[in-house]
């Protein structure tokens, strides 16, 4: 069974950081590319950051780049999304997925999580 449980988020100030981080199970962790995204209340779904360490993929959108780093632990199947300088327009449910392929769009992706709710306050 494919598993991802998100963590890390919570409540910051305008200009805060946070770490999220998803552990994964059930699939290899390898195979897979692993995908943050973001949804808030009445907008659609979007992809906010992917890598596929394996194949050297990585992906930020225009929105966060410079402010957000993705990494992966994959000793430990865990991807971590650094968010640095949070405005208060990154206030959403955070999501991670996976999927096989190497890209970073939400209808691409099969297995996802419950969500992490970020909420940034000005």
């Known amino acids: 069974e494919v598993q991802l449980v998100e963590s890390g988020g919570g409540l910051v100030q305008a200009g805060g950081s946070l770490r999220l981080s998803c552990a994964a199970s059930?699939?290899?962790?390898?195979?897979?590319?692993i995908g943050w995204f973001r949804q808030a209340p009445g907008k659609l779904r979007e992809a906010v950051s992917c890598i596929a360490s394996s194949y050297g993929y990585t992906y930020y959108a225009d929105s966060v780049k410079g402010r957000v780093t993705i990494s992966s632990d994959n000793a430990k199947n865990t991807v971590y999304l650094q968010m640095d300088s949070l405005k208060p327009e990154d206030t959403a449910v955070y999501y991670c997925?996976?999927?096989?392929?190497?890209?970073?769009?939400?209808?691409?992706?099969?297995?996802w999580g419950q969500g992490t709710q970020v909420t940034v306050s000005s």
């Open positions: 997925a996976a999927d096989l392929s190497r890209t970073c769009s939400p209808i691409l992706y099969d297995y």
């Open positions: 059930g699939f290899t962790f390898d195979d897979f590319a």
